[in-house]
C-alpha cells in the first residue's frame, strides 16, 4: 500500500476487495463470511515475511491472498510453504518461484519470459533488426528482459546494449545515451511504474526515438498517460489482461463470453464500487486469483489445505481474467499475454492479431510530431 509498488499495490487490492465483497453478498466461503485482514509491508519483502508470519500463526487466518511483486511473493511463498496455505499468486510472474518444489503456491499471470513477445514478433515481422533492453536488476523485470532478448535471437535480431540498474533508479541519461549510441530499431524497458516515467521522460530529453518502443508494468496504468500526456503516445505496452477487452472493437464485439467470462459485469461492478479509480490488469489480477482461491475452498468443500491444494491444480477452465491452468509444479500454461499501443489517448490492442482492434503505428514519430 506504499513504498516502491504503491500504485499497483493498491489497484490489485481493489480487486481482492470487489471480489470478497460480492462472494459474501452471496452468502460467503463454506457458509460463512469473509473477513478481509489487509496490512503494508510497505513494498519491502522482510516486512511481508514477518507479516504473514503474524498473521498465520498468531491470528490463525484461514485463507491467505499474495502480496504484490516477485521479490516479495518469492520471500512470502517460503512462508505460506511451511504453514500449508495454499496461494494463488496474483502478482508474480518470475518462473523461478514455482520450480523449486513448493507445493501451495499457484501462478496466475503468463511468465515473466514472454512478456515482451509480441512487441518483438511486431518488430520481426516489420523487418527491424536490432533492440536494446534495459531493466531494473530484480527478480521480475530481470526475466523479462532475458526472455526478450531470447526471443530476438529466435526471431533474427541481435540485442545490442542489455543493460542493469540498481532498484529505484532515477537517472537514466548514461544507459539511455548508451543506446543512442547504438542507433537500435527498438528499444524495450522492463520497468515498474515510476521507472516507466522516467525512461520515456528521459528518453525525449536525450533525443532517444528508435522506430518502436515500449515499457511493461506501469505503462498499462491510466496514469501513465495522465502524467505524460503526449509523451506515452506511440509507447507500446504489455498487458496480461485489459479493460479494453470488453469493448467495442471494428467489425462488432471481441467474443468475450468464453474467453474472459464475467468481465464485462466485472468492469461494471468495479466502476460501481470505485468510481473514478484505474483499472488495469493488476485489478482484475487480484479479483481472478481470489476468486480461483475461493471456488476451490468452495470445491473442496473444506479449509483442508490439500484438498484445496487438489481443487486448484484440477481447475482448468477461463476466468474474469482468462484461461486458467497450472501443472503439477503451479506453473501457468495456459494465460495469454496482449500487446498494446497508446494511441489518441487510449490504449489499443495491437497483438495478438485475433485480439486486435487496431495496427501498430509504425514506426514511431519524432517526439515534436506526436
Known amino acids: 500500500m ?6 499497483l499495490g493498491n489497484t490489485i487490492h481493489r480487486g481482492q476487495q470487489l471480489c470478497v465483497r460480492q462472494v459474501n453478498a452471496r452468502g460467503g466461503v463454506l457458509g460463512r463470511q469473509l473477513q478481509l485482514i489487509v496490512e503494508d509491508d510497505q513494498s519491502r519483502a522482510a516486512d511481508a515475511v514477518a507479516i504473514y508470519e503474524r498473521l ?21 511463498a517460503n512462508v505460506t ?16 518461484i514455482f520450480k523449486k518444489g513448493r507445493k501451495y503456491i499457484f501462478m496466475l499471470l503468463s511468465p515473466a519470459a514472454v512478456y515482451l513477445e509480441g512487441l518483438v514478433d511486431i ?10 533492453v534495459l531493466y531494473e536488476d530484480t527478480l521480475f523485470p530481470k526475466a523479462i528482459a532475458l526472455g526478450a532478448v531470447e526471443i530476438a535471437k529466435k526471431r533474427g535480431m541481435q540485442a545490442v546494449v542489455v543493460e542493469a540498474y540498481p532498484k529505484e533508479t532515477k537517472e537514466f541519461s548514461a ?31 536525450a533525443g532517444l526515438n528508435p522506430r518502436m518502443h515500449a515499457v511493461t508494468v506501469g505503462g498499462d496504468l491510466p496514469k501513465f498517460h495522465e502524467v505524460l500526456g503526449r509523451d ?18 471494428a467489425g462488432g464485439l471481441i467474443p468475450i463470453a468464453r474467453q474472459y467470462p464475467g468481465a464485462r459485469e466485472f468492469t461494471e461492478d468495479y466502476a460501481k464500487e470505485f468510481p473514478g479509480a484505474d483499472l488495469s490488469y493488476q485489478t482484475a489480477q487480484g479479483f481472478a486469483a481470489c476468486r480461483i482461491l475461493l471456488d476451490a475452498v468452495a470445491r473442496a468443500g473444506s ?12 481447475f482448468e477452465g477461463n476466468t474474469v481474467y482468462g484461461a486458467f491452468k497450472v501443472d503439477a509444479d503451479g506453473f501457468q500454461t495456459a494465460h495469454k499475454m496482449v500487446m498494446f499501443q497508446w494511441l489518441d489517448g487510449k490504449k489499443a490492442i495491437v497483438w495478438p492479431e485475433e485480439l486486435a482492434v487496431d495496427r501498430p503505428r509504425f514506426p514511431t514519430p519524432p517526439w515534436d510530431k506526436r
Open 2 to 7: 506504499s513504498g516502491q509498488y504503491t500504485e
Open 56 to 76: 498465520i500463526t498468531r491470528d490463525k487466518v484461514d485463507l491467505v491472498f499474495s502480496p504484490y511483486s516477485s521479490p516479495i511473493t518469492e520471500a512470502v
Open 81 to 96: 510453504e511451511k504453514h500449508r496455505r495454499p496461494m494463488v499468486a496474483a502478482g508474480a510472474a518470475t518462473t523461478s
Open 123 to 132: 518488430a520481426a515481422k516489420r523487418g527491424l533488426k536490432t533492440i536494446a
Open 175 to 205: 544507459i539511455l545515451n548508451k543506446i543512442k549510441a547504438s542507433n537500435p530499431d527498438v528499444v524495450a524497458a522492463a520497468t515498474y511504474f515510476d521507472d516507466s516515467i522516467a525512461v520515456i521522460r528521459q528518453m525525449k530529453t
Open 232 to 249: 506515452a503516445e506511440f509507447v507500446y505496452g504489455a498487458s496480461q489482461w485489459l479493460p479494453e477487452l470488453v469493448t467495442l472493437r
Open 303 to 314: 479449509l483442508d489445505p490439500d484438498k484445496i491444494r487438489d481443487a486448484i491444480l484440477k
